[in-house]
């Protein structure tokens, strides 16, 4: 079954980050993606923009409205995410336990739907 980890964390706190620090975080999350390919378990992943690069999108009455930046205000923004295999909820939270951001931020682990058949 396929599952999504989708990472949060605080864009301010990771701006502020040093050099040294961010080559670290970086360098833990080579190690992971690296360790998930070789398991076979990684489908896809990405590191996302800042929440401040986002447009949100709505259709009213048949206009489209556009906002800059995210939808909702909150602590801790989207920041990246990783689509896996794994053999059940349990296997796929062994493996976002181990994702870096963790350990700052939190990852949550949804089963990704089965699009109906053609």
């Known amino acids: 079954m396929k599952y999504i980890l989708l990472i949060y964390s605080s864009d301010q706190a990771w701006a502020a980050q040093t050099p040294a620090q ?3 975080v970086m360098g833990r999350y080579k190690e992971f993606t690296e ?3 070789a398991s076979g378990h990684m489908v896809g992943g990405d590191k ?3 929440a401040s690069t ?4 709505r259709v009213r009455d048949g206009k489209t409205l556009t906002t800059d930046g995210p939808f909702a205000e909150t602590k ?3 920041g990246g ?3 896996i ?3 059940d909820l349990d296997e796929a939270i062994g493996i976002a336990a181990r994702v870096p951001g963790a350990s700052y ?3 949550e682990v949804r089963p990704v739907s089965a699009m109906p058949p053609r």
Do not use: I, N, W
């Open 105 to 107: 931020g939190s990852v």
């Open 48 to 50: 996302l923009e800042p």
């Open 85 to 87: 295999e794994a053999k």
């Open 35 to 37: 360790s998930v390919r």
């Open 22 to 24: 961010l080559q670290s």
């Open 76 to 78: 801790e923004q989207l």
């Open 81 to 83: 995410f990783y689509l």
């Open 54 to 57: 986002a447009t949100t999108v």
